[in-house]
């Protein structure tokens, strides 16, 4: 059975840091595209980054240079770093299953983790 | 970067109506276009890849249709489980969410 168990949210003060991880069950995080999206409270989804099968990256305009999506390929487990959080990145944040080989789509979801950025 | 909008942003309906939402692209995506359901305090479920492609073990009274610019997703008859909020997707260039269409029941 596929399951991907996010943790590492919580609140920090703006400026600050926080690692997210997302630890996978029932498939290879690094044979396939691997993405986190957020969805800050009463709004919509926003895609955030994602990690090729290759180990290219890229991520949204909104935390370019700020957040660093990553793996580890024994632990199975994806990451994603974000440093200089504001208090617009408060958000639930979920890793996902983006596709492999030529499928995209997000078909796999965790059950999401809630950062809160304030002060 | 790649907009996409959705209309209606929300809609009431009953039991056993057809509902339709369009979603459109800011330029032509063929049909890199998924769409996913959202209930409270849910993550995110695959529907419709590919535009019309229906995912396994999903209802068969949801699909999709459309390429280009213009989709429709459309639900045959609206049952009480359907109640979510419904978000289009686009993988031409990275992804993109659609803003998200609010389903009630009348």
């Known amino acids: 059975e596929v399951q991907l168990v996010e943790s590492g949210g919580g609140l920090v003060q703006p400026g600050g840091s926080l690692r997210l991880s997302c630890a996978a069950s029932g498939f290879t995080v690094s044979s396939n595209y691997m993405s986190w999206v957020r969805q800050a409270p009463g709004k919509g989804l926003e895609w955030v980054s994602v990690i090729y099968s290759g180990g290219s990256t890229y991520y949204a305009d909104s935390v370019k240079g700020r ?53 | ?63 999709g249709s459309g390429s280009g610019t213009d989709f429709t997703f459309t639900i045959s008859s609206l049952q009480p489980e359907d109640i979510a909020t419904y978000y289009c997707q686009q993988y031409d260039n990275l992804f993109t969410f659609g803003p998200g269409t609010k389903v009630d029941i009348k």
């Open chain 2, 1 to 63: 970067d790649i907009q996409m909008t959705q209309s209606p942003s929300s809609l009431s309906a009953s039991v056993g109506d057809r509902v339709t939402i369009t979603c459109q692209a800011s330029q032509d995506i063929s049909n890199y276009l998924n769409w996913y359901q959202q209930k409270p305090g849910k993550a995110p479920k695959l529907l419709i890849y590919d535009a019309s492609n229906l995912e396994t073990g999903v209802p068969s009274r949801f699909s």
């Open chain 1, 67 to 119: 957040f660093t999506i990553s793996r580890h390929n024994s632990k199975n487990t994806l990451y994603l770093q974000m440093n200089s959080l504001r208090a617009e990145d408060t958000a639930v944040y979920y890793c996902a299953r983006a596709g492999y080989s030529s499928s995209w789509r997000f078909d796999y979801w965790g059950q999401g983790t809630l950062v809160t950025v304030s002060s």
